[in-house]
């Protein structure tokens, strides 16, 4: 899986792994955790806004959607910063830090605003961190003949950290593979909660990271070299008509990252309906993840051979059907089914469309033109859990997924129209250089 590629885009893949592993035991901890009373909302819950009664679920939206707002918002910054600088280190590492910082807070906090404050500090760190890992990765590309597949193993150690970190998170508050209450861990004279042992491997998961980034990573002299370029982030395409590929990648990366993070905000509910564990339910979760570990680097070195294009295409396409299917669903492995459908959409759009992308940063700078999909899937994220929450409320249970299948549609439209071809793919299906 991983033969031939450089030991650096394996170190920043192992680092974004644990970092990944300690984000995604939040995403599952901090909706148990609030609802668990430790934290209040009293004054917040049920008050009347316009009209629109503040449920539960619309405030846990609200605290997981904060993180991806503050990151995605900050990542066009901070990207454009690293090229201009040519310094990407000290940012991963300056992100790593704030990231771990708002994990140590959470055991000490029990007001919902604090909670929220803990959470956009850690979208800060974020948006120091992501932009610029991916552009080193992106750096550390020899040829547009390997961009595909480096992108490919650095995003599934990503997400094996990712999409495995729910699952050890339901087995670590729980205690077990089929208990339901919060377990208390004993290490001598001292107790640990659940909950406080997962905020504490999340500290560990950016601890790690760090330490791999200081150790092991240098900057490129390319990335010193974007100081001299033209940093801007184009709507338009500026050699022919249309839309910019790059920007049309990033509105499609926003939409889909938005269909990942609607089943997040309804755990209670999905569980309530498909009368499921929270182990199941994480594996569910992860399902989508799961998935894209097995087949984001096939596809990636694959888009390296036979185009980028055609992989983004059909990503949309099986998209729309495993979104819609979450909606009306009724048993629990269907649901699985849906959720692993959805991440083998997900790879085929993600590590070639990152490739895409890198194909023609040339004189953009890596930092600028990849921070517009990283922006828009942190967004999407964010966007996820809150809209998640909010159609749920207005509607009903499946109105979240009707939506997000909609959403699908209008990407799987825009990529078809708006996205051509980066590499000139012969008719042995190999591949020659981008056309720049």
Same mark, same amino acid.
């Given at each position: 899986?991983?033969?031939?590629?450089?030991?650096?885009?394996?170190?920043?893949?192992?680092?974004?792994?644990?970092?990944?592993?300690?984000?995604?035991?939040?995403?599952?901890?901090?909706?148990?955790?609030?609802?668990?009373?430790?934290?209040?909302?009293?004054?917040?819950?049920?008050?009347?806004?316009?009209?629109?009664?503040?449920?539960?679920?619309?405030?846990?939206?609200?605290?997981?959607?904060?993180?991806?707002?503050?990151?995605?918002?900050?990542?066009?910054?901070?990207?454009?910063?690293?090229?201009?600088?040519?310094?990407?280190?000290?940012?991963?590492?300056?992100?790593?830090?704030?990231?771990?910082?708002?994990?140590?807070?959470?055991?000490?906090?029990?007001?919902?605003?604090?909670?929220?404050?803990?959470?956009?500090?850690?979208?800060?760190?974020?948006?120091?961190?992501?932009?610029?890992?991916?552009?080193?990765?992106?750096?550390?590309?020899?040829?547009?003949?390997?961009?595909?597949?480096?992108?490919?193993?650095?995003?599934?150690?990503?997400?094996?950290?990712?999409?495995?970190?729910?699952?050890?998170?339901?087995?670590?508050?729980?205690?077990?593979?089929?208990?339901?209450?919060?377990?208390?861990?004993?290490?001598?004279?001292?107790?640990?909660?659940?909950?406080?042992?997962?905020?504490?491997?999340?500290?560990?998961?950016?601890?790690?990271?760090?330490?791999?980034?200081?150790?092991?990573?240098?900057?490129?002299?390319?990335?010193?070299?974007?100081?001299?370029?033209?940093?801007?982030?184009?709507?338009?395409?500026?050699?022919?008509?249309?839309?910019?590929?790059?920007?049309?990648?990033?509105?499609?990366?926003?939409?889909?990252?938005?269909?990942?993070?609607?089943?997040?905000?309804?755990?209670? %509910?999905?569980?309530?309906?498909?009368?499921?564990?929270?182990?199941?339910?994480?594996?569910?979760?992860?399902?989508?993840?799961?998935?894209?570990?097995?087949?984001?680097?096939?596809?990636?070195?694959?888009?390296?051979?036979?185009?980028?294009?055609?992989?983004?295409?059909?990503?949309?396409?099986?998209?729309? %059907?495993?979104?819609?299917?979450?909606?009306?669903?009724?048993?629990?492995?269907?649901?699985?089914?849906?959720?692993?459908?959805?991440?083998?959409?997900?790879?085929?759009?993600?590590?070639?469309?990152?490739?895409?992308?890198?194909?023609?940063?040339?004189?953009?700078?890596?930092?600028?033109?990849?921070?517009?999909?990283?922006?828009?899937?942190?967004?999407?994220?964010?966007?996820? %859990?809150?809209?998640?929450?909010?159609?749920?409320?207005?509607?009903?249970?499946?109105?979240?997924?009707?939506?997000?299948?909609?959403?699908?549609?209008?990407?799987?439209?825009?990529?078809?129209?708006?996205?051509?071809?980066?590499?000139?793919?012969?008719?042995?299906?190999?591949?020659? %250089?981008?056309?720049?």
């Amino acid at each position: 899986m991983v033969l031939g590629t450089d030991s650096r885009v394996l170190t920043l893949a192992f680092a974004r792994m644990a970092d990944a592993l300690g984000n995604s035991f939040l995403i599952i901890v901090l909706p148990l955790y609030i609802a668990s009373g430790q934290v209040t909302l009293t004054g917040i819950a049920g008050t009347e806004i316009l009209g629109f009664v503040l449920r539960e679920e619309t405030l846990i939206g609200l605290v997981l959607s904060l993180f991806g707002l503050l990151n995605s918002f900050g990542q066009p910054f901070t990207g454009r910063l690293s090229d201009r600088t040519g310094r990407r280190r000290v940012f991963v590492l300056t992100g790593l830090v704030l990231f771990g910082i708002g994990s140590a807070a959470y055991p000490f906090l029990t007001s919902y605003w604090s909670v929220l404050a803990a959470r956009a500090f850690q979208g800060i760190g974020a948006a120091f961190t992501i932009p610029a890992t991916v552009a080193l990765v992106n750096d550390y590309a020899a040829s547009d003949s390997e961009r595909g597949g480096n992108f490919g193993v650095f995003n599934t150690f990503r997400l094996i950290g990712f999409g495995f970190g729910p699952i050890v998170a339901g087995i670590l508050i729980t205690g077990g593979l089929s208990s339901e209450g919060v377990v208390t861990y004993t290490l001598g004279a001292f107790s640990l909660s659940g909950f406080n042992a997962a905020f504490a491997v999340a500290v560990l998961g950016a601890i790690i990271s760090f330490c791999l980034v200081a150790a092991l990573i240098d900057d490129p002299p390319a990335a010193a070299d974007a100081a001299s370029k033209n940093l801007s982030i184009a709507v338009l395409d500026p050699d022919g008509e249309g839309l910019d590929p790059v920007f049309v990648l990033g509105v499609a990366t926003f939409l889909m990252a938005t269909t990942i993070a609607l089943f997040a905000t309804l755990e209670g %509910p999905i569980r309530m309906r498909l009368d499921e564990s929270t182990f199941m339910f994480s594996v569910q979760f992860a399902a989508v993840v799961i998935a894209n570990v097995i087949f984001q680097v096939p596809i990636g070195r694959a888009s390296d051979r036979f185009g980028r294009r055609p992989f983004v295409v059909a990503g949309f396409a099986v998209l729309v %059907p495993s979104v819609y299917a979450q909606g009306i669903v009724m048993d629990p492995w269907l649901m699985l089914a849906a959720r692993f459908v959805q991440g083998i959409a997900v790879a085929l759009v993600f590590a070639p469309s990152l490739a895409l992308a890198g194909d023609l940063a040339g004189e953009r700078g890596s930092g600028t033109t990849l921070s517009v999909l990283t922006m828009a899937f942190g967004l999407g994220v964010a966007a996820g %859990p809150l809209a998640s929450g909010v159609l749920y409320n207005l509607g009903g249970f499946s109105t979240p997924f009707t939506v997000g299948a909609v959403l699908a549609l209008a990407a799987l439209g825009l990529t078809y129209w708006q996205v051509e071809e980066t590499l000139s793919v012969e008719a042995d299906a190999g591949a020659a %250089p981008a056309q720049d």
